[in-house]
């Protein structure tokens, strides 16, 4: 399951349109946002955790609690919740920059207020974040911290033993959907 699948099958397949709603956008506007939105987020997670940063992507999952902002958007789009995903954007992307342009580029493509995608993006990557927490469990998250997959994926590129097992995490950040994220990962570092 990727990234968008999961949103979309929040609150079995009306989470995103419920999301929508908390900022005066229409479901249509809001699926296409989540689509631009989603693989951007799995594609920063995955550069975060190829870079070392793989105990920051995992401290960003832990605790039960966050699964409350994908079962209730409004949850996700109240101030705290909107708070939280720009926090969760900002430990993948490495601040304020990165968030600020997507909402500008989406808003170029779509004709939405760039303001409110301001808002709306942070409320939609608490969603996805409480949506990974609950797919991902702390005992999961307890079981992958300590790896380097940097050094994996090198040992992979220097023809040495197996993949590394991220469990339903890797599931979410596999682009292609083969079943394996280290090959999204490898291609980036091949380009």
Sequence with gaps: MSLLQLLQNAQGGQGIDTLAKQFGLEGGQAGQLAEMFAPA???AAK???SQGGLEDLLGT??????GGMFDDPAQAAAPA???QG???LKTLMGGD???QAMAEEAAGRTGIDP?????FLPALAAMMQGGMQKTVPDTEIASMEGNNVSSLIGGLLNGRGGKPDLGSLGALLDDDGDGS???DLIGRFLR
């Excluded at 999952?61 to 966050?66: C, D, F, I, R």
């Excluded at 303001?115 to 808002?119: A, V, Y």
């Design 61 to 66: 999952l832990v605790g039960e609690a966050q």
């Design 181 to 183: 994220p280290l090959n």
């Design 47 to 49: 550069k975060k955790a």
């Design 97 to 99: 920059a990165a968030p």
């Design 81 to 83: 919740g909107q708070m």
């Design 115 to 119: 303001s409110i995608i301001m808002q």
């Design 86 to 88: 720009m926090d969760f």
């Design 41 to 43: 987020i799995g594609t």
